[in-house]
């Protein structure tokens, strides 16, 4: 499988503070890629510096082989690079359908955005319930399916999400791991995720990173197994035959 982005060495600083000091690791094409780790070991910094908010004192971040240093954040957009922060980005006022509208690359072309239109009803059940309601009434969780569903309109080449599970119900949780995995295999995704459940059922790769730096990463079946990496980075221990693993 060929990795459609690889982020080298990075390190970023917030002021005075050395908040990210070797980020290193690879996103493979039409997989989804779990970022790991605990409250504060760099995860929303990561995605950050990767979508331009924030410059890297070092390090590369490369789209098909294309380094994104100093490319400013709409440019990055335009290549490829859609982002799903953790507080969803919705326009409460407007409904569902004008949402995702306005997320519609090139508006013109009508044939294609109502194909799109019709898949995002197709892959989100929850938004076609409330299709012409306002964003504003949702629950959390329709929310953050809403956020997504705008980027995922937008056809980009990866999305990178942010903590789209934080504050939601368990029973949401279900829903938006369904959500994800309908993704999988079509879309190339950098999950950035606390609920362990929810990322190792949708997971294919995980990268782990602790104290600003990455320190392991594989197929989500090796971090399964691997009870030490799990206690020692995440502060869980989860029994192998709970999660499934031969």
């Not at 990268?207 to 600003?212: F, P, S």
């Amino acid at each position: 499988m060929e990795n459609l982005l690889e982020v080298d060495s990075l390190a970023t600083d917030i002021g005075q503070f050395h908040i990210l000091t070797g980020v290193s690791f690879t996103v493979p094409e039409q997989q989804i890629t779990v970022l790991l780790g605990r409250n504060g070991a760099g995860k929303t910094t990561t995605l950050r510096t990767m979508m331009g908010y924030l410059p890297p004192r070092s390090g590369q971040v490369r789209l098909r082989g294309e380094s994104l240093q100093s490319v400013p954040t709409w440019q990055i957009v335009r290549k490829g690079v859609g982002y799903v922060p953790e507080d969803a980005n919705i326009f409460a006022n407007l409904s569902v359908a004008e949402n995702l509208s306005l997320s519609l690359p090139g508006r013109h072309h009508r044939n294609s955005s109502n194909l799109a239109l019709t898949q995002v009803q197709e892959q989100f059940p929850d938004l076609r319930e409330h299709w012409q309601k306002p964003a504003g009434v949702l629950s959390g969780g329709q929310r953050q399916m809403l956020a997504i569903a705008c980027v995922l309109v937008g056809g980009p080449a990866v999305m990178l999400i942010d903590e789209p599970s934080k504050g939601l119900s368990p029973l949401f949780v279900e829903r938006l791991g369904d959500v994800l995995l309908t993704l999988q295999g079509s879309t190339t995704i950098l999950l950035v995720e606390q609920n362990f459940y929810l990322a190792s059922r949708v997971g294919q790769q995980y990268v782990l990173m602790d104290d600003g730096k990455t320190v392991a990463a594989g197929p989500m079946h090796e971090l399964l197994a691997a009870l030490d990496l799990q206690q020692r980075y995440l502060g869980i221990r989860i029994l192998s035959e709970e999660m499934n693993i031969p």
